[in-house]
């Protein structure tokens, strides 16, 4: 091949006047290319819109032997410009050899997208380039860098090494503990398909591992091969995963499991340590409508991980009371939000009291959202009732509660409340009429009508 340099005179020697476009555009590449070294790299160009500055830097990286030169080269194979495409294929036939694997492993990305570029047909290329990778002497970096991969590259060689595995078990196992989500889930159909005394080892193996996603498939796959499931099955029925905990309830019943047997033996036993062990049992407890016996509800709600509060705190009922309102104290505004959604379905002659007792003693103690939601709680004229009701006491802080009522009749637009008596609304509008008489509030004109 000519040196790039001498290409390039042989372009200056027909330099002249601009006879046609393609005299300009190869004279403007000439401007371009004498400033390469100080402006940029030859990669930088390489997607030059101009075609002959694209020619030289493919001409450039040819000389080279890098990943970066590779990259280009990948790139160029799909050119619009005949020549360039040409001078790329050429250039990529020094690295169809092991000697280059790193080079293709950091290539991939290029390599990747190039499968889907239609200019040109580029089969024969990929598969030269896949079956190489696939070989024997590139099979070990191949396997180490799909190890440290996510995303599209990590499924790319996965797929690749699963074509023409060495030792199928040995990359399954990899594949099922991988870091990449859809790695592990494309594994699992792969050691479905092996034989069932080469795939039950690894699947049972995976029903430990993280990720609710990845065992539930695993779960599905399991089902069929094992001659006894019902120890699966018990394990299962406890997952801390509700996909998992679903799938396992579904098939207890078609194995002669009883979910309700395996929570009343995981409940005679001591109590759970793990955050995951804690949200298996109450998830199970939950979707058998269940109850937790009273020793354990109370230590997770008094647990050290939020969640297992969370999961306590939806299993309160109305006849909790005062549990749910001690609840409204956890620091978590999770939990709090929880016990907020499950106080907001008591009936109302149940809650009045602890609602107005919470609101007595820690009114401005609360953090605004908090205030807010427990206030909420009250229907809709028994907040104003309420605030009325402290302003009632006395001269201390009045301006304050003043202040609160006319900001409540400043949020009103359509009072809707079912729970408060006739008579005790007109009740409360007299005193909203009497405070706006006085001049004390400007707001509440339009809730007398």
């Not at 092991?98 to 290329?125: C, G, I, K, N, Y």
């Not at 637009?413 to 008579?423: C, Q, W």
């Amino acid at each position: 091949m000519n040196t790039t340099q001498d290409w390039l005179t042989r372009l200056a020697r027909k330099q002249g006047q601009p006879a046609t476009y393609e005299d300009f555009r190869r004279n403007d590449a000439l401007e371009i290319l004498a400033h390469v070294g100080s402006t940029g790299t030859w990669a930088d160009v390489s997607n030059h819109a101009n075609g002959f500055v694209r020619e030289v830097a493919v001409r450039e990286m040819c000389r080279q032997a890098s990943a970066e030169a590779l990259a280009v080269l990948i790139e160029r194979l799909n050119d619009w410009v005949p020549q360039v495409r040409e001078l790329a294929a050429a250039g990529l036939q020094h690295y169809l050899s092991p000697v280059h694997t790193q080079a293709w492993l950091s290539a991939l990305e290029p390599l990747m997208a190039l499968a889907a570029q239609r200019r040109v047909d580029h089969s024969q290329t990929l598969s030269t380039v896949r079956a190489m990778l696939q070989s024997a002497k590139c099979r070990d970096e191949v396997y180490a860098d799909f190890l440290d991969r996510q995303g599209k590259a990590a499924r790319y060689l996965f797929t690749l090494l699963l074509e023409n595995p060495e030792n199928p078990e040995t990359l399954l196992r990899s594949a099922l503990a991988h870091r990449e989500l859809t790695v592990r889930l494309m594994a699992v159909s792969a050691t479905a398909m092996l034989p069932a005394p080469q795939s039950l080892p690894l699947l049972l193996e995976a029903m430990s591992r993280p990720g609710g996603k990845i065992r539930v498939r695993v779960l599905h796959a399991l089902l069929p091969l094992l001659a006894d499931p019902k120890p699966v099955l018990h394990e299962a029925l406890l997952d801390v995963s509700p996909a998992v905990r679903n799938l396992a309830l579904w098939a207890a019943p078609r194995n002669d499991v009883d979910a309700h047997a395996v929570l009343a033996e995981r409940l005679s036993q001591p109590l759970p340590t793990a955050k995951q062990h804690w949200l298996g049992v109450i998830g199970l407890t939950t979707e058998l409508a269940g109850t937790l016996p009273e020793h354990w509800h109370a230590r997770a709600l008094r647990s050290a991980f939020v969640t297992v509060r969370q999961a306590a705190a939806r299993l309160l009922r109305d006849d909790q009371l005062p549990e749910l309102f001690a609840a409204l104290d956890d620091p978590s505004d999770k939990v709090f939000s929880v016990v907020i959604a499950r106080l907001d379905k008591v009936s109302w002659p149940l809650l009045i009291r602890g609602v107005k007792a919470k609101l007595d003693q820690d009114w401005h103690e609360l953090p605004l959202a908090r205030r807010s939601a427990t206030f909420q709680l009250l229907p809709t004229w028994q907040q104003v009732g309420y605030l009325l009701s402290r302003l009632d006491t006395g001269h201390v802080g009045q301006t304050y509660w003043i202040g609160q009522i006319e900001s409540w009749c400043d949020r009103q637009y359509l009072v809707v409340d079912p729970v408060t008596p006739k008579a005790e609304r007109e009740t409360l509008r007299e005193k909203i009429r009497e405070l706006t008489a006085k001049g004390l509030i400007r707001s509440g004109v339009r809730l007398l009508s």
